[in-house]
C-alpha cells in the first residue's frame, strides 16, 4: 500500500518561495501510469488541485497557478517537491500530495501539511 508523507516549512514570508517535499513508500513514482499530484485547501474553502507529475517525468499544472508552480522529482529517493513562487496570505493552505493510476485520480492521500504565509 502506498504512503505518501509531506514535509516542509510551515511558515513562509510572502514574496518567498515555498518549498515541500512528498516522501513516498510502498510504490515507485516511476511506476507506469501513476500520476503524483499536489493539491491545497485554503482556510473555509474546497479542494484546488495544484499539478502533477507523471510516471514518465511529465509535469502538469492547473492554468491558475502555472506561472507560479514547479513540481519536480528525485527518483534515487523517491520524492516529489512542490515549489510555489511569490507567495502571498493567500496561498495560505494545507498542501496534499496525493497519488492514482490515471490523471485526475486521487486514490492515496498524504495527512496534510499546514503552510501558513505570514510577514
Known amino acids: 500500500q502506498v504512503q505518501l508523507q509531506e514535509s516542509g516549512p510551515g511558515l513562509v514570508k510572502p514574496s518567498q518561495t515555498l518549498s515541500l517535499t512528498c516522501t513516498v513508500s510502498g510504490d515507485s513514482i516511476t511506476t507506469d501510469y501513476y500520476y503524483w499530484n499536489w493539491i491545497r485547501q485554503p482556510p473555509g474553502k474546497g479542494l484546488e488541485w495544484m499539478g502533477a507529475i507523471a510516471s514518465s517525468g511529465s509535469t502538469y499544472y492547473s492554468p491558475f497557478l502555472k506561472s507560479r508552480t514547479t513540481i519536480s522529482r528525485d527518483t534515487s529517493k523517491n520524492q516529489f517537491t512542490l515549489q510555489l513562487s511569490s507567495v502571498t496570505p493567500e496561498d495560505t493552505a494545507v498542501y496534499y500530495c496525493?497519488?492514482?493510476?490515471?490523471?485526475?485520480?486521487?486514490?492515496?492521500w498524504g495527512q496534510g501539511t499546514q503552510v501558513t504565509v505570514i510577514a
Open positions: 496525493a497519488s492514482g493510476a490515471g490523471r485526475n485520480t486521487f486514490t492515496s
